[in-house]
């Protein structure tokens, strides 16, 4: 009775805040957090509850707003269709779980990280609740540059970025710089990394390698070449690329080759999947015409890894996106969700040559190299020798490899460059908007309504106003 009392107090606590509008307020009944959590045990579920905040949501923003996807004539329902159509405003609903699920992760892990240094543990248990600590600060960093890449007004230091939450508070916080949203983002990860230990292993949770994993993505928008090149570096000497055998059981969850860090599916869970062809077969949002285009159908293992062709004949009329459809009926749309892959570091590592100051060209191809001819069969690489040049191929390459992984959109923001869609992949919507220009008010991601009314202080996004 005792255990139930006290796992019945975690899944109270667990229900807390989950914006930074609902801060002000705690729910009644909810313990707090010093008496939740009594030991290592109970800090564990804790951490396993600010996981379960995370939603993936990045990859579907993305997908939406970007040219890596259209809306077929098939989708006749209207979830996401405001921000297809470049439509969105504060009060449009798929501008609300990234804000929500990455601050009710925070909140979750500031709460614990407030009592953790308190709880006893005996000597076998110190190293794990150490641990623990380093796995809550790295999801606190994770989720700020999650909030950081949909709802800064710029990626520049200057500009406004997010609130800064390191402690579980009422408020109405405002907006924090851009560059004191890094500076916390790259201590959080600095204290993470001192308190992983290199030998925890896990696909499913933060690892020491996942930190560095974040922390080379954090760089590169920060445009923090050199230590984008020392965090991917590192991951890439730490775990290879998978094989073109390999390749598609990623994809079914077979094996976590070249998986740094994946976000779990179980039964009970959304199945992320939906989102671009339910189970009765409806596709909602398939591969752009583009995005098809841009691969070598024939050579390339991830062509028909993720994307697959439903109608023989006419061939190449309707096509699903299926990278995380799965492999099994019962587990159909479950896939777990990819945040972060080997195959991402490569790109980085590559970028941030080509963009250093005294670029280093030739360490940049080796790294498309490395990458292309683990992906296209009898791949021949052609050399390029100028910046402009490498940044084409990392620009083209990143389409393809990360596509449906929650990057397009996010890529084309740092890059200050427009969405462009080709004619075939608005039909469902019809008109001739075929270009979102940097500029505009709809490329940006608005603060969402609830937290406009709630917190007279976050300031929305300037071209929103």
Not at 41 to 53: E, F, M, P, R, S
Not at 85 to 94: G, M, V
């Amino acid at each position: 009775m005792k255990l139930m009392f006290r796992y019945s107090l975690l899944a109270a606590w667990m229900m807390a805040a989950s914006c930074l509008g609902d801060l002000d307020v705690k729910p009644a009944g909810v313990k707090d957090a010093s008496v939740a959590f009594r030991d290592v045990d109970d800090v564990n579920t804790g951490v396993l509850g600010a996981y379960a905040a995370l939603n993936g949501q990045s990859i579907k923003i993305s997908s939406l707003i970007s040219d890596e996807n259209m809306m077929p004539l098939e989708n006749t329902g209207n979830d996401g269709v405001q921000v297809f159509e470049w439509r969105q405003d504060a009060s449009t609903p798929n501008v609300v779980p990234a804000w929500q699920g990455n601050y009710q992760a925070i909140d979750r892990a500031n709460r614990i990280l407030a009592v953790i240094d308190g709880i006893h543990a005996e000597l076998p248990d110190v190293e794990r609740k150490n641990r623990l600590k380093g796995e809550l600060l790295a999801i606190r960093a994770y989720c700020h540059l999650e909030l950081l890449r949909h709802y800064a007004v710029d990626y520049a230091a200057d500009s406004a970025g997010v609130p800064i939450m390191t402690v579980s508070q009422a408020g109405q916080p405002a907006r924090n710089t851009t560059g004191e949203v890094f500076a916390q983002i790259r201590k959080d990860l600095g204290d993470a990394k001192a308190l992983i230990p290199a030998s925890w292993s896990s696909a499913t949770r933060i690892t020491r390698l996942a930190v560095l994993a974040i922390e080379a993505r954090t760089a590169l928008y920060q445009q923090d070449w050199a230590a984008a090149i020392a965090a991917s570096q590192e991951v890439i000497g730490a775990m290879p690329l998978a094989t073109a055998a390999q390749f598609p059981e990623i994809w079914t969850d077979a094996q976590s080759n070249e998986v740094i860090w994946k976000l779990k599916r179980e039964p009970a869970d959304e199945r992320f999947g939906a989102f671009y062809r339910l189970a009765g077969g409806m596709v909602l949002l398939a591969p752009s015409f583009k995005l098809i285009g841009a691969f070598d159908a024939v050579n390339d293992v991830r062509f028909h890894s993720w994307i697959a062709d439903l109608d023989a004949s006419p061939a190449g009329t309707r096509w699903a996106v299926t990278k995380y459809a799965g492999g099994q009926p019962a587990n159909y749309n479950l896939t777990d969700i990819k945040l972060f892959r080997v195959s991402e570091m490569y790109l980085i590592h590559a970028e941030a040559q080509a963009r250093k100051a005294g670029p280093d060209i030739a360490s940049a191809n080796d790294d498309m190299q490395a990458l292309r001819s683990r992906r296209i069969s009898n791949y021949v690489h052609n050399s390029f020798s100028t910046t402009a040049q490498a940044m084409t191929a990392i620009e083209e390459e990143r389409f393809r490899e990360l596509a449906f992984e929650g990057h397009r959109y996010f890529d084309l923001r740092r890059w200050k460059k427009d969405i462009v869609r080709l004619p075939a992949d608005i039909i469902a919507i019809g008109g001739s908007d075929l270009t979102l220009l940097h500029t505009r008010r709809n490329y940006f991601m608005p603060i969402p309504l609830a937290e406009l009314q709630a917190n007279k202080n976050i300031g929305q996004h300037p071209l929103y106003e």
